[in-house]
């Protein structure tokens, strides 16, 4: 998880004047080009529950996440942050549901994807632990049609050959409890194409393909501000370097999807990401880079779990939303039907 020194709320009449700047400046964005690269469609296949928006943009490109919570007040817990959500049109929530949690808390987390209104990502946090991966998909049922397959195995020591061994043997016997589902991988920490390349090579030669490929970004670490500004748009290369990769071994277009993003993975990132003007240009200029490269879908990490001590978290301890919220919010509102 991603932590940040404390936040101090933003006046809130300085909130609706940024909010008023932001609409001008999204509008405005959204008619560049985010890098000087060709755009790319997206790769055309739904998810369950996707839509196609205007200009062609995927609704589930404006996703975020419901982490651990390392707060009790936290997305779960404070009906005003789903009511936010749901005013707003998120229509995807990435949750993470934490291998070996009793049946309680699996319905708290489900229970609060749909008070959003929004479609469920479920994230099996353990590849090895497959009887409660086998509850997991069966208690939930059509409640989840879509599974990412671990989180972050790069990152956490478990090498590409042990990831595509244990998804050879679990994947098909989840697809057989659900077969509507949707089951994505590898959830790499970074657009990491050597590990990328084993799993699609293996699971080629298994037949035991993924529905879709992520991959997480946090473009900046200890970067100044101007450089991190700068690298909102890097997004754009980094997806197309993964989808040629599939395209190249499978031979067909996968949805690729970034599960994780925001702008700094640092602990503590720097201080700067909780200036209004900094967030609102990053998170646009992101999100205008994503459909560049023909991203299908994305979750912003994170709502509200108190991640990076609040700070990469859209609301306040309080409850009340900040400054990424609304940044999210305008684009959704200039291509939602």
């Known amino acids: 998880m991603r932590r940040l020194i404390p936040w101090k709320p933003i006046p809130w009449l300085w909130v609706s004047v940024f909010t008023l700047i932001l609409f001008a400046c999204a509008a405005f964005l959204s008619t560049l080009s985010a890098t000087n690269i060709q755009r790319l469609p997206f790769s055309g296949r739904l998810l369950p529950g996707e839509q196609v928006w205007r200009q062609g943009v995927p609704s589930f490109l404006f996703g975020t996440n419901d982490t651990y919570e390392w707060s009790p007040y936290n997305i779960e817990t404070q009906p005003a942050i789903q009511d936010a959500l749901r005013t707003a049109g998120f229509p995807l929530i990435r949750s993470f549901f934490r291998d070996g949690a009793d049946d309680a808390s699996i319905e708290q987390r489900i229970r609060t994807i749909e008070r959003i209104g929004a479609h469920c990502l479920g994230v099996i946090t353990s590849i090895f632990d497959v009887p409660y991966a086998e509850h997991l998909v069966r208690y939930l049922g059509d409640r989840c049609l879509m599974y990412e397959f671990g989180n972050e195995p790069d990152y956490n020591g478990i090498s590409a050959g042990v990831y595509l061994r244990q998804w050879n043997y679990v994947v098909p016997l989840l697809r057989k409890i659900n077969p509507q589902a949707a089951f994505i991988g590898p959830t790499l920490s970074s657009a990491n194409l050597g590990y990328l390349q084993t799993f699609l090579t293996g699971a080629e030669a298994s037949k035991v393909l993924p529905d879709a490929v992520s991959f997480h970004w946090y473009p900046c670490y200890q970067n100044s501000e101007a450089v991190c500004?700068?690298?909102?748009?890097?997004?754009?290369?980094?997806?197309?370097?993964?989808?040629?990769?599939?395209?190249?071994?499978?031979?067909?277009d996968l949805p690729v999807g970034i599960t994780e993003w925001n702008f700094d993975p640092g602990n503590p990132p720097p201080g700067y990401g909780d200036t209004s003007e900094f967030i609102s240009q990053f998170t646009s200029q992101a999100l205008q880079s994503m459909m560049q490269a023909g991203v299908s879908f994305a979750c912003q990490f994170d709502a509200a779990s108190f991640a990076g001590y609040g700070h990469l978290d859209m609301f306040d301890q309080q409850g009340q939303p900040k400054m990424q919220y609304y940044a999210i919010k305008s684009v959704i509102e200039q291509y939602r039907l």
Do not use: D, F, P, Y
């Open 229 to 252: 500004l700068k690298k909102a748009t890097s997004v754009a290369q980094e997806a197309q370097e993964v989808r040629a990769l599939v395209g190249s071994i499978l031979g067909r």
